[in-house]
């Protein structure tokens, strides 16, 4: 079974509008992180917002909050205010605490953001 | 800032030669790892070291091997590339396992086997 799942492969959104990304988890494990990467053209992947699995407060970074839902193991990404630099494939990672500093990483969503 | 450098972006090999992509970590990270990376599929790990000399194979280490003399050099050899083997590769280091610490990736290398 997938680990991690974005049932999204492709999105466009206008800008300055908000857009959630999905990502459904799978995991047994009762300590486990979860963490969004952004990846634009250029190839490198930049770290944007992290969730534990113990934390009770959403995590928001900037324009960036994770709309975590553990019951239903679901970490969405909400990105407000989309700007053209936006532009980008989105991963969802997690980190299983029982794996050690392993990540496994779903197959991307890609958002292009229209002017 | 952390640095994780690829000796090279982009590489174009013919099938049956012996390939290496190096990685080196400015940031003296006890963890380095290797992923592939191909469309629809995300990153997957092929293999990971938590110390020198040190490796454990990721989820598809088939046809890969690594080596870490150094702690700051983790280096992924293809022993005979294959078509099969065309794809981006990252690299990524971290510190030792702590809950909020992200990996560190490098700007990856688009590999072309021929």
């Known amino acids: 079974a997938q680990k991690i799942t974005q049932t999204q492969p492709g999105m466009f959104v206008q800008e300055k509008e908000a857009v959630t990304l999905d990502c459904t988890y799978d995991?047994?494990?009762?300590?486990?992180?979860l963490f969004w990467y952004k990846q634009p053209s250029s190839g490198e992947m930049i770290f944007l917002i992290y969730?534990?699995?113990?934390?009770?407060q959403n995590a928001t970074e900037g324009r960036y909050s994770l709309n975590f839902q553990k019951a239903r193991k679901s970490a969405n990404l909400v990105i407000s205010a989309s700007q053209l630099g936006d532009s980008a494939m989105y991963f969802c990672?997690?980190?299983?605490?029982?794996?050690?500093?392993?990540?496994?990483f779903g197959g991307g969503t890609r958002v292009l953001v229209k002017p | 800032d952390v640095k994780v450098t690829q000796s090279s972006r982009y590489l174009v090999k013919r099938t049956g030669e012996k390939v290496f992509l190096e990685c080196v970590q400015d940031?003296?990270?006890?963890?380095m790892f290797w992923y592939r990376q191909d469309p629809g599929l995300g990153l997957r790990l092929i293999y990971f070291?938590?110390?020198?000399?040190?490796?454990e194979k990721g989820d598809i280490p088939e046809g890969y091997s690594v080596s870490r003399e150094k702690k700051e050099r983790f280096s992924l050899i293809l022993e005979s590339a294959s078509t099969n083997q065309t794809s981006m590769y990252l690299c990524?280091?971290?510190?030792?396992?702590?809950?909020?610490?992200?990996?560190?990736f490098g700007p990856g290398t688009r590999l072309l086997v021929l």
């Open positions: 990524a280091s971290s510190p030792a396992p702590s809950k909020g610490e992200t990996q560190y």
């Open positions: 995991t047994s494990d009762q300590s486990y992180g």
């Open positions: 969730q534990g699995s113990y934390d009770e």
């Open positions: 990672a997690m980190r299983e605490e029982a794996a050690g500093n392993k990540l496994t």
């Open positions: 940031m003296d990270h006890e963890n």
């Open positions: 070291s938590y110390d020198v000399k040190m490796k």
